[in-house]
């Protein structure tokens, strides 16, 4: 069964860093593509950030420039380091991957930029 535990998430101060980090148990994880979405308190849930098995990466223009997004297939975990952070940055950060045709969560990371 896939499972995604995801950490790193607090307060920060706008213009701060911060990163998260996702573990990965359950799946062939050096051969899946990994994903991070966000929730806003009201807003429906949006991509962030993917990295592919051959470690592609792609991420939403509301980030770009200001967000890494990295893997370790030793250690089955994908990171997200943040930096630039702004208030429109708060929401509950989600690791995702989709395999045989379903589309897997952690249980999310808030992360809270204050002005």
């Known amino acids: 069964q896939v499972q995604l535990v995801e950490s790193g998430g607090g307060l920060v101060q706008a213009g701060g860093s911060l990163g998260l980090t996702c573990a990965a148990s359950?799946?062939?994880?050096?051969?899946?593509?990994m994903d991070w979405f966000r929730q806003a308190p009201g807003k429906q849930r949006e991509f962030v950030a993917t990295?592919?098995?051959?470690?592609?990466?792609d991420y939403a223009a509301s980030v770009k420039g200001r967000f890494t997004i990295s893997r370790d297939n030793a250690q089955n975990t994908v990171y997200l380091q943040m930096s630039s952070l702004k208030p429109e940055d708060t929401a509950v950060y989600y690791c995702?991957?989709?395999?045989?045709?379903?589309?897997?969560w952690g249980q999310g990371t808030q992360v809270t930029v204050s002005s």
């Open positions: 990295i592919t098995s051959s470690g592609s990466t």
């Open positions: 995702s991957t989709y395999r045989q045709f379903s589309r897997y």
């Open positions: 359950g799946v062939s994880f050096s051969i899946v593509d």
